[in-house]
């Protein structure tokens, strides 16, 4: 099996891509409103396909302003611009390491500058030790989920220098 990992700005999405990106995320089922809307939001888009179909996506995305306050760090809200997010990848695919080679490669293209990400800090542990691994540090409390209840968590990486 081969696996592809192509990245994408939302000018060179073709509509076939941005249909991809939209399916996966509605998959993910973790994101409220028209997912097709969301390509819009990002800097960059990553798409991972094997031989047969797409199996995971991620993205360099518009943060979402309201995770800060949410972690009682408003104040650090100015210091950011642009959120990892939107990772997700299929269970039949899941552990093999997908996830971050697309965590890799978005913020290798990103180049150096501060980010954020927020996610289920004790129902996803992978994805926690995954943020981690590439140098995000949680700050602030936790907050419960609109979406699913899940307890979720703040992570920042500070000035990075890939």
Not at 54 to 63: H, S
Not at 96 to 124: C, D, H, K, W
Request: neutral net charge; hydrophobic residues 45%.
């Amino acid at each position: 099996m081969t696996v592809t990992c192509v990245l994408h700005t939302p000018e060179t999405l073709d509509q076939a891509g941005r249909a991809v990106f939209a399916a996966l995320l509605r998959e993910q089922g973790k994101v409220r409103g028209n997912t097709a809307d969301k390509v819009d939001r990002c800097q960059l888009l990553c798409i991972v396909n094997t031989d047969a179909a797409p199996i995971a996506i991620g993205a360099i995305k518009r943060k979402t302003v309201a995770d800060f306050w949410l972690a009682g760090l408003p104040a650090l809200e100015e210091a950011f611009d642009w959120e990892l997010g939107y990772l997700y990848t299929q269970p039949t695919h899941q552990g093999q390491g997908i996830a971050a080679t697309v965590v890799r490669e978005l913020l290798t293209a990103y180049g150096p500058g501060n980010l954020m990400a927020s996610t289920e800090i004790s129902a996803n542990p992978a994805m926690v030790r995954l943020l981690e691994n590439h140098r995000f540090s949680r700050v602030g409390r936790a907050w419960k989920s609109a979406i699913h209840g899940n307890d979720l968590g703040l992570f920042l990486r500070m000035n990075d220098r890939p």
